[in-house]
């Protein structure tokens, strides 16, 4: 009996480590397919040796590309690996383009799939995202919703409440597993010169804010009033693609203070001590309510509705005006909603279920 862990960017290193843990600590036998999707070290290795993951059996090194050229090439080759390794089932996890590709390798093949963060929906379909999460989550045969909504989404969608398991989600058994270990560990704010309460943390790569000239400019502008206004840092790890959008449309960050991206240890700690988070990340709206800091996110709308409705974020997208006013807003919020994701057990309970899967291939049926 084998599961096969398919992975390829940065928040599905983190988003899956609870899971891959979880296997290690019980000594089932699994593999990883990393699709190569994110490859710079500060993107992909550096979380698989803090994290201490083992090595993909498999790293397909498809890199960049436009969508369906990425996602084909992805798709051919998972479709290899499975062919020769015959998992039980596969996991994956979000709604990357190596979601897609693996979900869909899997299925073609009748391979049971476990989509882990199942039912986010942004209903903006002009998001690959969007699109990757609807495909997977619709021929997935163990939809994994980490909250209520979630599950309602799927619902509403006419999947069948045998297939929808609700576990919380597995962002917040790695950040309890690791925010500890980071604060005995480094000080990234000594490190950046920068005191608790007293800097904004910014993230925002996504494709229709970043690749769009106007938009990344009015990103900019709104960052240089919030830092003028509150004459405060604005500490800026900026992804990969942002930095290359930046330098081909030459825009100029001001008094935005751009650095690497930084090592997920690292990363935690500085949303904790920030006084308040804009992104445009997924991930990382999570993680700032989970660690009840108040967010800013750079977009029109989320697929994480309960972060909203928790009170702990708010939705400004990229005029420099809204920014501004949200920002505004959410610096006087009470810091007293609680963490709609779980308890962290999410990684535990889905291997649980992946395991009944197995259990029932042995006794001769697939469900
Ligand atoms: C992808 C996901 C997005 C996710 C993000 C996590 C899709 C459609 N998008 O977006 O949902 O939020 O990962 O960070 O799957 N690059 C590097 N080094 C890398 C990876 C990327 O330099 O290791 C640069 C390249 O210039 C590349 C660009 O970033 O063209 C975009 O990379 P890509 O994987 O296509 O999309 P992301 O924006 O990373
Ligand atoms: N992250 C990190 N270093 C950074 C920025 C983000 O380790 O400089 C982590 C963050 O803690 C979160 C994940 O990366 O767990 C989010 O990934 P990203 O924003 O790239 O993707 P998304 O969540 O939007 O799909």
Not at 147 to 174: P, Y
Not at 175 to 196: C, H, M, T, W, Y
Request: aromatic share 6%.
């Amino acid at each position: 009996m084998s599961v096969a862990i398919i992975l390829g960017t940065r928040p599905e290193i983190i988003k899956m480590s609870p899971i891959i843990r979880e296997y290690e600590r019980r000594g089932d036998d699994y593999f990883i397919l990393h699709t190569g999707q994110h490859y710079s070290y500060s993107m992909d290795r550096i979380f698989f040796e803090q994290l201490r993951l083992p090595d993909a059996r498999y790293n397909l090194n498809v890199g960049s590309g436009l969508q369906g050229e990425q996602t084909g090439k992805m798709l051919g080759q998972i479709e290899r690996v499975l062919i020769d390794e015959k998992p039980h089932a596969v996991l994956v996890q979000g709604d990357t383009n190596t979601v897609l590709a693996g979900a869909l390798a899997a299925v073609k093949l009748h391979i049971p799939v476990g989509h882990v963060e199942a039912g986010l929906r942004s209903n903006d379909r002009r998001m690959p995202e969007e699109i990757n999460r609807i495909t997977a989550d619709h021929v997935s045969d163990y939809l994994f919703a980490p909250t209520g909504e979630s599950q309602r989404n799927l619902r509403n969608e006419g999947i069948s409440k045998e297939k929808i398991f609700v576990c919380g989600n597995t962002v917040v058994d790695a950040l309890f597993q690791n925010l500890s270990i980071s604060e005995e560990a480094i000080d990234p704010l000594k490190e950046l010169g920068v005191r608790s309460g007293g800097y904004f943390l910014v993230t925002a790569h996504r494709q229709e804010n970043v690749d769009d000239p106007g938009k990344l400019s009015d990103i900019l502008e709104g960052l240089e009033r919030v830092a003028t206004e509150y004459a405060m840092p604005v500490i800026y790890p900026m992804h990969p693609r942002t930095k290359k959008m930046m330098e081909q449309f030459r825009l100029q960050a001001g008094p935005v203070r751009c650095i690497e991206p930084l090592d997920y240890l690292s990363f935690l700690q500085m949303e904790k001590h920030a006084g308040l988070i804009l992104t445009d990340s997924g991930g990382v709206q999570e993680e700032a309510c989970i660690l009840r800091v108040p967010c800013a996110t750079l977009r029109e709308n989320t697929e994480r509705p309960e972060t909203v409705a928790a009170g702990a974020n708010i939705l400004v997208g990229t005029d420099p005006g809204t920014i501004m006013e949200g920002v505004r807003i959410m610096m006087e919020r009470e810091r007293v909603w609680q963490n709609p994701y779980g308890d962290g057990t999410a990684g535990r309970k889905i291997v649980e279920i992946v395991g009944l899967v197995d259990d029932s291939i042995a006794e001769g049926g697939r469900t």
